[in-house]
């Protein structure tokens, strides 16, 4: 019996994230000036020419990937904006943040392994300042609806602040302690010190 377009799809997409994976793995493992299309589609158990149907190229597989780790963050932003009280969405936006990264541990620590080398944020070029711009976008309209007297300091502050922390704790995330750590972000943001 012949697959069904839905069928199709769901295998593509399935083909799609285990390139991805691959990629991120050997990106971070060996750089991604040093890691070849060829060295991709080994990892990923087909011939170089099939990985083309899915990706145009290294390149392509980066962005991929980096839109990826930004549906993660979009995802906490939504997260966030189910929270009636929008003084309380920064909390919210904080919770959801770390949710997804222990979600995607993996993921988060393969992804910051790479993002750090000149090459991947070369080739990122003007989408990574895109990026970047755009969540400290949405961090301002929640911390200047919050009250927040300095929002856009405030937004800088928080953005570093999830940032470094997902990269610590996804270095060594059985002794980070990860709880505490939100719990105290939290009450500086819960305060009425602003």
């Known amino acids: 019996m012949p697959r069904s377009p839905l069928q199709n799809q769901e295998i593509r997409e399935a083909t799609r994230?285990?390139?991805?994976?691959?990629?991120?793995?050997?990106?971070?493992?060996?750089?991604?000036?040093?890691?070849?299309?060829?060295?991709?589609?080994?990892?990923?158990?087909?011939?170089?020419?099939?990985?083309?149907?899915?990706?145009?190229?290294?390149?392509?597989?980066?962005?991929?990937?980096?839109?990826?780790?930004?549906?993660?963050?979009?995802?906490?932003?939504?997260?966030?904006e189910t929270e009636p009280d929008v003084r309380k969405r920064p909390e919210a936006l904080i919770r959801a943040s770390f949710e997804i990264v222990r979600e995607n541990l993996e993921f988060w620590r393969l992804s910051y392994g790479a993002r750090m080398q000149r090459s991947v944020l070369d080739a990122l070029g003007s989408s990574l300042e895109d990026w970047t711009s755009a969540i400290h976008a949405q961090l301002l309209v929640f911390l200047s609806e919050a009250g927040f007297e300095d929002p856009a300091i405030e937004a800088s502050v928080l953005f570093a602040l999830i940032d470094g922390i997902s990269q610590h704790y996804v270095l060594d995330p059985e002794h980070y302690p990860i709880d505490v750590i939100i719990e105290h972000v939290i009450r500086r943001y819960a305060t009425d010190g602003r």
């Open 17 to 80: 994230a285990r390139i991805m994976n691959h990629a991120l793995t050997l990106f971070s493992e060996h750089g991604y000036d040093a890691t070849s299309v060829k060295m991709i589609a080994e990892a990923a158990g087909m011939s170089q020419g099939l990985l083309y149907n899915y990706f145009a190229g290294k390149d392509a597989l980066l962005r991929a990937i980096f839109e990826a780790s930004m549906r993660d963050v979009l995802a906490s932003f939504a997260a966030a």
